[in-house]
C-alpha cells in the first residue's frame, strides 16, 4: 500500500516507463553515442587525479615535478586512447545496427 500526500492508503502506482532511460539495444546493452573530444576531456579530467594519486604511490622517491610529469604523459596517452576507443565502439555499434537492419528486412 502507498500513502498519497493528503495521507490517504492507495493502491501501487502503475509502472510507468520514463522517455528519459537510455535507448538500449535487443541484447540488452546500451547503444554508444558518437564520439566526442569534449566528452573525452571530462573523462581524462576525472581520471587525471586518479593516475597521479597512482604515481604518487608508486614511485616515492620521485620529485614533484617529475611526478607532475608523469602523470601528465600518462593522461596525454590516455585521451586520444580513449576517443580512438569510443570510435570504434561506436562505429561496431552502427555496423551491428545496420546488419540487424539488412537481416530484418531479408526475413520479412
Given at each position: 500500500?502507498?500513502?498519497?500526500?493528503?495521507g490517504?492508503?492507495?493502491?501501487?502506482?502503475?509502472?510507468?516507463?520514463?522517455d528519459?532511460?537510455?535507448?538500449?539495444?535487443?541484447?540488452?546493452?546500451?547503444?554508444?553515442?558518437?564520439?566526442?573530444?569534449?566528452?573525452?576531456?571530462?573523462?581524462?579530467?576525472?581520471?587525471?587525479?586518479?593516475?597521479?594519486?597512482?604515481?604518487?604511490?608508486?614511485?616515492?622517491?620521485l620529485?614533484?615535478?617529475?611526478?607532475?610529469a608523469?602523470?601528465?604523459?600518462?593522461?596525454?596517452?590516455?585521451?586520444p586512447?580513449?576517443?580512438?576507443?569510443?570510435?570504434?565502439?561506436?562505429?561496431?555499434?552502427?555496423?551491428?545496427?545496420?546488419?540487424q537492419?539488412?537481416?530484418?528486412?531479408?526475413?520479412?
Amino acid at each position: 500500500m502507498w500513502v498519497d500526500d493528503e495521507g490517504n492508503e492507495i493502491d501501487a502506482p502503475p509502472e510507468t516507463t520514463s522517455d528519459k532511460s537510455p535507448t538500449r539495444t535487443r541484447s540488452g546493452g546500451r547503444n554508444p553515442q558518437p564520439p566526442s573530444w569534449q566528452r573525452t576531456f571530462k573523462r581524462g579530467a576525472i581520471f587525471a587525479p586518479i593516475m597521479f594519486a597512482t604515481v604518487l604511490l608508486l614511485s616515492p622517491g620521485l620529485p614533484l615535478t617529475q611526478k607532475v610529469a608523469n602523470t601528465l604523459l600518462i593522461v596525454g596517452i590516455f585521451v586520444p586512447f580513449s576517443y580512438y576507443l569510443d570510435r570504434l565502439f561506436y562505429r561496431s555499434a552502427q555496423r551491428r545496427a545496420a546488419r540487424q537492419q539488412s537481416d530484418g528486412r531479408r526475413g520479412s
